[in-house]
C-alpha cells in the first residue's frame, strides 16, 4: 500500500518534470524566463542579497514561470478546443497572457526594489 502511494508520488513528480522540461524546449518565453532567472540569481549571489530578499526574488521568479506555464496551458487548449479563430477564444487567451504580464511587471518591481539600492551604493 505505502509502495505503490510512493510509486504514484514519483510518477507524479516525472510528469510534473517533464513537462517543464518540455515547456522550455518549446517555447520561446521560456527560454527568456530562464534567462532572466539565471540573471537575477547571479545577482542576488553577486550582491550577497538578505534571506528576505531571496524569499521575494524566489516568489516572483516562481510566480512568472507559474503563470507563463499556466498561460502556455491555456493557449495550447484553447487552439485544441476551437482551431479556427473565435472572439471568445480570444479574450480568454488575452486575459491568460494578461496574467502573465502582470507577473512579470511584480517581478520586475520587486527585483527593481531590491536591487538598486545595491547598485548604487
Known amino acids: 500500500m505505502v509502495r ?59 510566480g512568472v514561470w507559474a503563470t507563463e506555464m499556466l498561460n502556455t496551458a491555456v493557449e495550447k487548449t484553447m487552439d485544441h478546443l476551437s482551431p479556427d479563430y473565435h472572439p471568445s477564444v480570444k479574450v480568454i487567451k488575452d486575459l491568460a497572457a494578461g496574467a502573465v504580464l502582470m507577473a512579470a511587471l511584480a517581478a520586475a518591481i520587486i527585483g527593481a526594489v531590491i536591487f538598486i539600492p545595491y547598485i548604487f551604493s
Open 4 to 62: 505503490s502511494y510512493l510509486s504514484k508520488r514519483r510518477a507524479s513528480f516525472g510528469y510534473a518534470i517533464s513537462g517543464i522540461i518540455s515547456f522550455v524546449k518549446s517555447e520561446p518565453h521560456a527560454l527568456i524566463h530562464l534567462l532572466a532567472t539565471i540573471v537575477v540569481i547571479l545577482f542576488g549571489c553577486w550582491y550577497k542579497i538578505t534571506r528576505s530578499e531571496w524569499l521575494f526574488i524566489v516568489l516572483a521568479i516562481g
